[in-house]
């Protein structure tokens, strides 16, 4: 597996070149990364009209894939607004109204890419048992969906994993949109090692016609770095489209250190990795079941995201994570209820070891019978984009009832928001951010 990137940086660095170009640091910092941190110079390629180096790279990376696989140095958002913008187009080349219809934990992004596009949007159903954090639709539930759609929507766009490490049946699913002449899109972000489990769990050979993956949350790539695949299946436009797409969205100045570190990721996956990943996933199970058996509850069928329900131990998520960090342990996310760890290989067997010696530690108390708010779908009285754009204050929950939320009121992470822009917020709205500490809601201001 060549490199071509890392080889093309690393032999530039080496020549001591006077740097009369862009980034201003030309090559020196108190990183010790600068002299590896490039713009596009002549023969280091350019991102969106790769025809080099990167074009090299970004085609050994859909080797490993099985698809036709773009970079993005701006984490899975941008390929996400690519993704959706490729839709769209799509749409308006066959003579068909824009419309996605999406699963309602849909992270953030897709409400910015919404209000960038202007496409038009309806949610899935979600189930009883669903929180804000998962909508675990079935195949059946998309088929009951587009039978009784009077308009059938271009694309249906789910995102699993979800937040909480549940998958939909990709497989399934992907054969009812297609029935239909539906595409399927995948927000994968934190499924990219999905691909290297014997067989693969990757939305691509699933079924999926579009994916975007964060290759910096399950594998070892930097922060930022993610990959958009189209299926060898899409629509041929997808392909002809898909620099463009990322680049109505992106920075005209991507990262060569992040690219790199793309590049660099496709020795390491080529070399050896599925081996790696399948032995730690098998060690990793077995700590799980070790737990099981000591009374701990988990959530979700992704193999190494662990997502404790804490109130079954007797804690809230966010008790286990403060036990956690004091004896240096970092979680990933924690609420009320829950308590997210993301592994990988990296951590090692040391590393597990040390996780499950900790929360063996933690002792089990009365279960917490208390149940959060179950998110109900606000009545849509404005356009995502019509709320984001329009003129807005902040209020508390209390004095936001009957008014248009503008934009979500979410942090990231999670970044799944309770009530969607241009939904008016009612009293169920309020309960769930008075449950998940939301103090302030961001309102379409009234004249």
Known sequence: MTTPICEFVRRYAQQDALRLHMPGHKGSGPLGVESLDLTEIDGADSLFEADGIIRESEENAGRLFGADTYYSTEGSS????????????????????????????????????????????????????????????????????????????????????????????????????????VLLLIDNAHGAYLKFLNPSRHPIDLGADACADSAHKTLSALTGSAYLHLSHRAPSAFCIGAKEALATFASTSPSYLILQSLDALN???????????????????????????????????????????????????????????????VCEFADRDYLVLMLTPEIGTL????????????????????????????????????????????????????????????????????????????????????????ESCSVVKEP
């Open 267 to 329: 020795r390491t996956l080529d070399e050896g990795y599925s081996h790696r990943l399948q032995e730690f996933g098998r060690l990793a199970n077995d700590a799980k079941a070790r737990l099981c058996r000591n009374g701990y509850v988990f959530c979700g069928n992704e193999p190494l995201k662990w997502t404790v329900d804490a109130k079954k131990r007797g804690y809230l998520g966010t008790e286990l994570a403060e036990l956690l960090r004091r004896t240096g342990i």
């Open 78 to 181: 941008l390929a996400i607004r690519a993704m959706l913008m490729l839709a769209v187009r799509y749409a308006k080349s066959q003579a068909r109204p824009p419309l996605i219809a999406a699963g309602r934990n849909a992270h953030k992004t897709f409400l910015t890419a919404a209000a960038l596009l202007d496409f038009p949007l309806r949610w899935l159903p979600q189930k009883e048992s669903d929180g804000y954090l998962s909508c675990r639709v079935t195949a059946d539930d998309v088929e009951a969906f587009l039978k009784a759609s009077p308009t059938l929507p271009v694309a249906v766009y789910l995102t699993s994993p979800d937040y909480l490490g549940n998958t939909v049946d990709v497989a399934s699913i992907a054969e009812v949109c297609h029935r239909f002449g």
């Open 351 to 438: 590393g597990l070891e040390r996780l499950e010696t900790a929360l063996d530690a933690i002792p089990s108390r009365a279960v917490i019978r208390e149940q959060p708010p179950r998110p109900t779908v606000g009545r849509a009285v404005m356009s995502v984009r019509e709320a984001m754009l329009s003129p807005f204050e902040q209020v508390s929950p209390k004095e936001a009832v009957g008014r248009i939320l503008a934009s979500p009121s979410v942090s990231c992470p999670p970044a799944v928001p309770i009530v969607v822009s241009g939904e008016l917020i009612d009293e169920n709205a309020v309960k769930a951010f008075s449950y998940y500490g939301i």
